[in-house]
């Protein structure tokens, strides 16, 4: 497989369109998560608020009371200040119908009143948020730039996609430190209904990795549904991303080195590892699930990483308490099997067997 000059040509411009955008101007492109609460929760809380106001408005009132007139000439009263704050807070105005007695000014605060601050909530309130959805979206957006360091950039959430978030949410990484990126709408609500922030857009193009924070992420995960697309994925995120751990999947195993030279640091076949565990599964079936437990995390066996402890420096791996399957030393790993590995080093990593339940 070869990568077209004119999709290479495209990828050195670089086209900072998108992430040169203020944040207002990318609503719809890129999503961050919302926190939804309860509807009722909601409500109250705008029922406060609007009592608190009417509170307020009463207490300046009652204060410079003198500086108002009634039609029935005395001086106004707390309950007079409340319900001159009603209606002037709800716009309702006042002069051609005046409730005169106290009772009736009583009657008028206590049931019209909140008649009127829920029209108001369920009007003016709904309204209001419509129009201001926009702004704090955008506002949101800028922020979540501005901030966004270390996370992890997940390309396609197919079927591939949506395992390896899984995988890094089991192995204790913040569903906020996942980022999608898609051009299929519904695939993205999907991941938003997840919790994950979204872009949408092609992440051949440099400025939609860029808008993802491609340049600040610790590591990619290429899982498209095209090999070529997937190179070209890698091409771009190399270049924005330097030091980013790239991971990519592919379907065929010969284009495994063009993954390499675009700058993966590891390549899954997806095709020949599905293909082995079909053969496994016709004479082996055990060893099939044996090998799904221990790639499944949250239940059974799991595969596993941690350092190595002080008092097993200079013993060798075989004889540990855990299942050990290979060192990984200066980022290369080893097997269990290998002359290197006979006595363990105080800055080896052990990949190892543990209980998914502890």
């Given at each position: ?26 609503v719809g492109v890129l999503r961050i998560p919302e926190n939804l609460g309860s509807p009722i929760r909601v409500v109250a809380r705008r029922f406060t608020i609007a009592l ?228 496994l599964a016709t004479t082996t079936p055990t060893v099939v699930e044996m090998i799904e437990d221990l790639l499944t995390p949250d239940e059974g066996l799991a595969i596993a ?54």
């Amino acid at each position: 497989m070869t990568v077209p000059k004119g999709r290479l040509r495209q990828l050195r411009g670089l086209d900072e369109t998108l992430a040169a955008q203020p944040g207002h101007l990318l609503v719809g492109v890129l999503r961050i998560p919302e926190n939804l609460g309860s509807p009722i929760r909601v409500v109250a809380r705008r029922f406060t608020i609007a009592l608190l106001l009417l509170f307020a408005a009463t207490l300046v009132v009652y204060l410079d009371r003198n500086g108002y007139r009634d039609v029935r000439g005395e001086r106004l009263t707390f309950l007079d200040c409340l319900y001159f704050s009603a209606v002037s807070l709800s716009t309702t105005g006042y002069g051609d119908i005046t409730p005169y007695t106290e009772a009736a000014r009583l009657v008028n605060t206590v049931i019209f009143t909140p008649l009127r601050i829920a029209f108001l909530v369920v009007l003016v309130g709904t309204t209001l948020e419509l129009l201001s959805e926009r702004s704090r979206q955008g506002w949101k957006i800028q922020r979540w730039r501005n901030k966004v360091r270390n996370h992890t950039i997940v390309i396609g959430y197919g079927t591939k996609g949506k395992r390896a978030v899984e995988a890094r949410v089991s192995d204790e990484a913040a569903v906020g430190e996942i980022v999608v990126v898609d051009t299929d709408r519904g695939a993205l609500e999907h991941a938003a209904t997840a919790g994950l922030v979204t872009v949408h857009g092609d992440a051949t193009k440099s400025d939609v990795l860029r808008l993802a924070g491609a340049q600040h992420a610790s590591s990619i995960i290429v899982a498209t549904n095209r090999d070529d697309t997937a190179v070209l994925v890698t091409l771009t995120a190399r270049e924005l991303a330097p030091k980013a751990r790239i991971v990519a999947s592919i379907r065929e195993a010969e284009n495994s080195h063009l993954l390499q030279q675009s700058g993966a640091d590891s390549v899954v076949v997806s095709s020949e590892t599905a293909g082995r565990l079909l053969g496994l599964a016709t004479t082996t079936p055990t060893v099939v699930e044996m090998i799904e437990d221990l790639l499944t995390p949250d239940e059974g066996l799991a595969i596993a990483e941690r350092e190595v402890e002080q008092s097993e420096v200079g013993g060798s791996p075989r004889h540990l308490r855990d299942i050990v399957l290979g060192v990984v030393r200066d980022g290369r790993l080893l097997r269990i099997g290998a002359p290197e590995v006979d006595a363990i080093e105080a800055t080896d990593r052990l990949l190892y067997i543990r209980n998914a339940g502890h």
